[in-house]
């Protein structure tokens, strides 16, 4: 088992910046890569980056490239999301997640985090 832990969540204006936390405990050798989703009102959960815990290397939503940066420190068991130029449409639960496999799917990943708030105003 995989637990993950989000923070770093909360209420930022438009153009506005947050970094995210997800601290992973218990078998995090079983997970190679580390996924961040993110889910908005009434919408599907959807892929916004991901990152190779050993490489790291990162692969980002188009829609989201140049705004977002995935990040990991691995003594720490923690990987980041920085968000900058927040727009309202950011708004949403944003979830780390482990799997074994460098995908975008959501389904693929087995573990996830409880999930971090991210509300922006305009």
Known sequence: QVQLVESGGGLVQAGGSLRLSCTASGR???STTMGWFRQA???EREFVARINWSGGSTYYADSLKGRFTIS???AKNTV???LNSLKPED???Y???AGEYAVVS????NYWGQGTQVTVSS
Not at 106 to 109: I, N, R, V
């Open 28 to 30: 995090t050798f079983d």
């Open 41 to 43: 009102p009434g919408k």
């Open 72 to 74: 990991k420190d691995n």
């Open 80 to 82: 980041y999301l920085q």
């Open 91 to 93: 708004t949403g639960v």
């Open 95 to 97: 979830y780390c997640a």
């Open 106 to 109: 959501a389904g693929l990943y």
